[in-house]
């Protein structure tokens, strides 16, 4: 069963939680002064429109036509009932997931991407940089830079362009240049490269030497995946949609759940409904992430650098320590330090809860799901979906509406699966005694 919205449900105006919560958002500061940066100071490597977004407190924003336009090749996207899994899992839960994996690029990300690439060539600028791990980010923003007419490219982590080709190929078709990362091509790059010629790369790495490159060049803006409120905001269409379609078959949602990176395909799922939370309606959010980078179960809720270059402003959040350095896991996407700061201030408020399981455990939920309703998810999502079965079967006799957002598919991930099936993985926890010790090195960044 699938319930499908036609076109002109697609939402004509964003969210904006920022404009309907009852608290205050810690300002992004300045490392320095440890002083609210203004939004002039800020206006290096993203366009003011982006800005303003970021800072708006304006509950609803619409979005432009020709953002809408584009969204529509794959928006609205289906709400699927998951009925073979209910029936294995002999429950009497409903359980619904939000199918993200239409995009072109087979991910949520595209939602932002879109919007980004709009807002930085309506404001002038000729190209984008960005980075990527597993490549979803890299290639829902290649795709996006095209529909636009932008330059991209695309800092990629070394040991995924060796590791996941395709996503590389992908990127390439719709016009972008990717770089394997570390590159010659920044300052920081041939830093890393001296100090560390034979290094896989990582996240951090890419997105400073991304950050980089768009901050010297003037007609160089840089693309966002996670964390930004402006990124949290384009992806509330999933939430917008989520509503009526609910509404369409008069069911009411229980639980929300979705895995957590940097928070934003959980932000744009849950984001529309937290206010009638707050207002005291029955309703658990459930952010799922791994063990091996427990941020919002085992990080502390401070100001922190957003990279692991220390380019950034300090923006307070559930981190590990921005010197964490990310264990062998395959779940690129999940593998971010810190956590969006509107997600972490919900966190906080208790708003939320958060969840971490092992590797090995998610993977079998994943594969148990693409045996019984057919697609295969993405290492990530397959974090949500065990989430989802465990709620299910915690709720066997009490016939609860669960929903949880299918972030993409996972046919570029078919190396994490193979390794799987030759046992080569392992679980990872990440150690509590590392964490203690980054924990100590920013807090010396907080302001008094
Ligand atoms: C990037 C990604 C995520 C994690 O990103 P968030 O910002 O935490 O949502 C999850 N699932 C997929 C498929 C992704 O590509």
Request: proline content about 6%; some cysteine.
């Amino acid at each position: 069963m699938k319930i499908i919205l036609p076109e002109k449900d697609l939402p004509k105006q964003w969210y904006n939680i920022l404009g309907d919560l009852p608290w205050e958002l810690p300002p992004p500061i300045d490392p320095l002064t440890k002083k609210p940066i203004s939004l002039e100071e800020r206006n290096s490597v993203f366009c003011r429109e982006l800005l303003e977004q970021d800072n708006s407190q304006e509950k609803w924003i619409d979005i432009p036509q020709e953002v809408r336009e584009v969204l529509t090749i794959w928006r609205p996207t289906p709400l699927r009932r998951a009925r073979n899994l209910e029936k294995h899992l002999k429950t009497e839960c409903r359980i619904y997931y939000k199918d993200e994996s239409c995009a072109p690029a087979g991910s949520f990300k595209q939602n932002t991407a879109i919007a980004q690439a709009y807002y930085f060539k309506k404001a002038g600028f000729k190209r984008l940089t960005t980075e990527t791990g597993a490549g979803q980010w890299g290639s829902a923003l290649s795709f996006a830079c095209n529909e636009f007419g932008l330059k991209c490219r695309v800092y990629m982590v070394k040991i995924s362009c060796e590791l996941k080709p395709y996503r590389e190929y992908l990127m390439k078709l719709w016009g972008a240049e990717v770089i394997p990362s570390p590159s010659k091509y920044t300052s920081f790059g041939r830093k890393i490269l001296k100090d560390t010629p034979h290094t896989n790369g990582s996240l951090g790495i890419s997105a400073s030497e991304a950050v980089e490159e768009a901050f010297k060049n003037k007609d160089t803006g840089y693309g966002a995946a996670s964390i930004f409120n402006f990124v949290n905001l384009h992806q509330t269409v999933i939430g917008l949609e989520l509503k009526k379609q609910l509404r369409l078959i008069g069911d009411e949602p229980a639980y929300l759940i979705g895995c957590v990176g940097g928070g934003s395909n959980f932000a744009g799922l849950i984001f529309p409904f937290v206010k009638e939370k707050i207002n005291g309606k029955e309703i658990k959010f459930i952010a799922v992430e791994p063990y091996a980078c427990p941020s919002l179960t085992k990080g502390k809720y401070l100001y922190d650098f957003a990279d692991s270059g220390c380019f950034s402003n300090l923006i307070k959040m559930y981190t590990l320590g921005h010197n964490f350095i990310p264990p062998p896991i395959h779940t690129t996407g999940l593998r971010y330090h810190g956590c969006s700061p509107v997600v972490s201030l919900l966190k906080y408020k208790n708003i939320i809860e958060a969840k971490a399981y092992h590797q090995l455990d998610v993977l079998k939920a994943g594969i148990l799901f693409a045996k019984l309703e057919g697609i295969l998810p993405a290492v990530e999502t397959t974090y949500a979906i065990k989430a989802a079965i465990d709620i299910a079967k915690e709720n066997k006799t009490r016939n609860k509406c669960i929903v949880f957002n299918f972030s993409g598919h996972g046919y570029f991930d078919l190396h994490t699966y193979q390794s799987f099936l030759h046992q080569e993985l392992k679980n990872y926890r990440y150690p509590i005694s590392k964490i203690k010790l980054a924990i100590k090195e920013i807090e010396k960044l907080q302001p008094k």
